[in-house]
């Protein structure tokens, strides 16, 4: 009979490794789609801010979406007791910015995502010339666009006061 063939490596140490799986890289092994769902508030549909809600089935909410004491998925109520483990997991992974729907191509880290997103060109704001009656709601960035064309910009009587820059 033929012995039992193993894979070529250089020591045995390599060759253990192989066997019990410690070898095998596993960055980037994340199933990154199904993690951010699995960290989308169901409320707010966008992935949860700290401090994290928790039913006691394990559904998520931000603090600030949950509105009363049970879950709107499975309608149990929620743990009182903070989820310290995972809040420190989030903190460990790149979500994306919650303007990604207007077109931010960010992913930033918890502790720094409220700096980002006061910033992000892509979050939205209202035209300058609200009180004047102007409704157009633009990205940041292409708010200056809708003030060279807003009907409102040039209203007789109105003084034009440029948009501050961010």
């Known amino acids: 009979s033929l012995p039992l063939l193993k894979p ?14 410690s070898a095998i890289p596993s960055t980037g092994m994340i199933e990154y789609s199904s993690l951010l769902e699995l960290l ?35 309608k149990q ?8 483990a ?4 989030i903190n460990c992974i790149a979500l994306p910015c ?3 729907p207007h ?6 880290f918890q502790p720094s995502r409220l700096q980002h997103e006061t910033v992000c060109l892509f979050r939205p704001v ?13 990205t940041v960035k292409d708010m200056c666009w809708h003030h060279k064309m807003c009907q409102y910009a ?3 009587g109105v003084p034009y006061v440029p948009p501050k820059r961010t």
């Open 40 to 74: 989308t508030c169901p409320a707010c549909t966008q992935v949860v801010s700290l401090p994290v809600s928790q039913c006691r089935k394990g559904h998520l909410y931000c603090s600030n979406c949950r509105t009363n004491n049970s879950c709107r998925i499975c």
């Open 154 to 156: 040039h209203h007789p």
């Open 77 to 84: 109520t929620f743990s009182e007791a903070p989820n310290i």
């Open 103 to 108: 077109g931010c191509l960010s992913s930033v």
């Open 86 to 89: 995972l809040e420190k997991i």
């Open 8 to 21: 070529f490596h250089k020591t045995d140490k390599e060759y253990e490794e192989y066997l019990n799986g």
């Open 126 to 138: 209202n035209c300058q010339f609200t009180q004047l009656g102007c409704k157009e709601v633009a």
């Open 98 to 100: 919650k303007y990604s």
